[in-house]
C-alpha cells in the first residue's frame, strides 16, 4: 500500500514538473484548446451546400500543404475559427494546383474568402512574405473579421478606437 501511495505521489510531481517545463507560447495565435480544428472541410462537391447555402457568415481559406503561405494562413484561422466558434462557418478547401481557379477567380493560394448569405464580401490573398509583417496581421486579420464578418453591430461591440491597419487604411469603429 505505501508503495502504490508513494508511487501515485510521484506520478503526480511529475505531471506538475512537466507541464510547468512546457509552458505556454507567447504568440495568441497558437490553437489554445488542444482540440481538433474548428474549419470544416469543403471541397467541389460539398462547396454550394455548405458554404453558398448557408446563411450569415462563412469563411472559406483555400490553400495547398505543399505552400508554406497556405499552412501559416490556415493556422490563423483556425486560432480565429477557435475564438469564435458559433459565430460563423470556418472552412478549408484543399486546393488541388490542376484544379481550374476560374470558378472562384483564384489568383494566389492561400486566399480567404469571406461571404455573408452565400454572397462573397471580401477577400484576402496571399500572405506578407517578412516575418516581421506576418506578425502584424494578427491583428488586421481578427479586425478585418469582426468589421466585415460580425459588421460589429448591437451593444457587443461598444467604445470607440480607431484602428490604423499597416496598408494605410483606417477602420474606426464605435457603438454601431
Known amino acids: 500500500m505505501k508503495k502504490i501511495f508513494i508511487t501515485g505521489?510521484?506520478?503526480?510531481?511529475?505531471?506538475?514538473?512537466?507541464s510547468a517545463c512546457a509552458g505556454k507560447s507567447s504568440d495568441k495565435w497558437q490553437p489554445a484548446t488542444g482540440q481538433a480544428s474548428a474549419l470544416m472541410t469543403v471541397n467541389h462537391q460539398t462547396f454550394t451546400d455548405e458554404i453558398t447555402t448557408y446563411p450569415g457568415p462563412a469563411i472559406v481559406i483555400f490553400y495547398n500543404t505543399q505552400f508554406?503561405?497556405?499552412?501559416?494562413?490556415?493556422?490563423?484561422?483556425?486560432?480565429?475559427?477557435?475564438?469564435?466558434?458559433?459565430?460563423a462557418k470556418f472552412a478549408m478547401f484543399h486546393w488541388q494546383i490542376a484544379d481550374d481557379p476560374s470558378r472562384f477567380s483564384l489568383e494566389m493560394l492561400p486566399t480567404v474568402i469571406l461571404y455573408r448569405n452565400g454572397e462573397e464580401i471580401d477577400r484576402i490573398k496571399g500572405i506578407p512574405p517578412e516575418e516581421k509583417e506576418r506578425k502584424k496581421l494578427n491583428d488586421d486579420l481578427e479586425l478585418w473579421f469582426l468589421k466585415n464578418a460580425m459588421a460589429l453591430k448591437g451593444s457587443e461591440y461598444s467604445g470607440e478606437y480607431t484602428y490604423f491597419f499597416r496598408n494605410g487604411y483606417t477602420l474606426q469603429v464605435g457603438n454601431y
Do not use: P
Open 9 to 18: 505521489i510521484f506520478a503526480i510531481i511529475l505531471a506538475v514538473v512537466l
Open 68 to 87: 508554406w503561405q497556405s499552412l501559416d494562413m490556415k493556422r490563423r484561422i483556425e486560432v480565429l475559427a477557435e475564438k469564435y466558434y458559433g459565430k
